[in-house]
T-cell receptor, first 114, second 113 residues
């Protein structure tokens, strides 16, 4: 079945450091891939997405490229800020017998210190 | 922000009591989902709906039931709450028109004592 594996945290970085959060997936079809962010006490918000191989999703300085050959969708940001402190979830969307289903990774907690 | 509300936002209940959580959307999205979030497990799908009166089980459906009598409401019921159901519950919606992106509600924190 479909699944998502992302690097375990927590991750602690200094402000302006480079961020990478690894995500790999297993899927039977041609999934869409997503990164969601969750700030404390809130629900998940879509950060970026890619719907086919070699697509790059980007938003708020974050980027991720859909790599079919390595089944990966790693999240990167060149210079993190304290306000980026949150939990990040990698997810894929695929089609099952009764429609569209999502599969989430376990989340990676990021803390950025000044 | 997508129009999704969840009620109640917080609830404390005793073991063995029934509990119903409500998810309400104003977006007319076809798909609705219930997840639970627990440390170390991320989000796990409980049940989902692909239309009015059409529902299916997710990964962790034991002890939970759902109902969807109209497009905008999706109810999650714990028939007899147990301490293992203490969690944060999130509702999400998606549709073809939204490219199947999932939009999440603010969550309900449920504590079973």
């Amino acid at each position: 079945g479909d699944s998502v594996t992302q690097m375990e945290g927590p991750v602690t970085l200094s402000e302006e450091a480079f961020l990478t959060i690894n995500c790999t997936y297993t899927a039977t079809g041609y999934p869409s891939l997503f990164w969601y962010v969750q700030y404390p006490g809130e629900g998940l918000q879509l950060l970026l997405k890619a719907t086919k191989a070699d697509d790059k999703g980007s938003n708020k300085g974050f980027e991720a490229t859909y790599r079919k050959e390595t089944t990966s969708f790693h999240l990167e940001k060149g210079s993190v800020q304290v306000s980026d402190s949150a939990v990040y979830f990698c997810a894929l969307s695929d089609w099952g017998n009764t429609g569209n289903q999502f599969y989430f990774g376990t989340g990676t907690s990021l803390t950025v210190i000044p | 922000d997508a129009g999704i509300t969840q009620s109640p936002r917080h609830k404390v209940t005793e073991t063995g009591t029934p509990v119903t959580l409500r998810c309400h959307q104003t977006e007319n999205h076809r798909y609705m989902y219930w997840y639970r979030q627990d440390p170390g497990h991320g989000l796990r799908l409980i049940h989902y709906s692909y239309g009015v009166k059409d529902t299916d089980k997710g990964e962790v459906s034991d002890g939970y039931s759902v109902s969807r009598s109209k497009t905008e409401d999706f109810l999650l019921t714990l028939e007899s709450a147990t301490s293992s159901q203490t969690s944060v519950y999130f509702c999400a919606i998606s549709s073809y028109e939204s490219s199947y992106e999932q939009y999440f509600g603010p969550g309900t924190r449920l504590t079973v004592t």
